[in-house]
């Protein structure tokens, strides 16, 4: 069995503009609609991000 995790980086949860359902990539069917009202269109969400800091300098001491 498969534990989906459900907090922190890399989660990756869909919203759908048209209802405002948010939910996993897993509940939305193959043709990719909302599962409440058939949208066509889900937007991904984003929580946490990475926690690395590019720097432009290029080095140096």
């Not at 990539?25 to 690395?52: H, I, N």
């Amino acid at each position: 069995m498969r534990i989906i995790p459900l907090r922190g980086a890399g989660v990756a949860w869909l919203k759908c503009p048209a209802c405002r359902l948010k939910c996993r990539p897993t509940a939305v069917g193959p043709d990719g609609q909302c599962p409440r009202c058939g949208e066509a269109r889900m937007l991904k969400l984003s929580f946490g991000g990475r926690a690395t800091v590019s720097s432009s300098d290029g080095g140096g001491s």
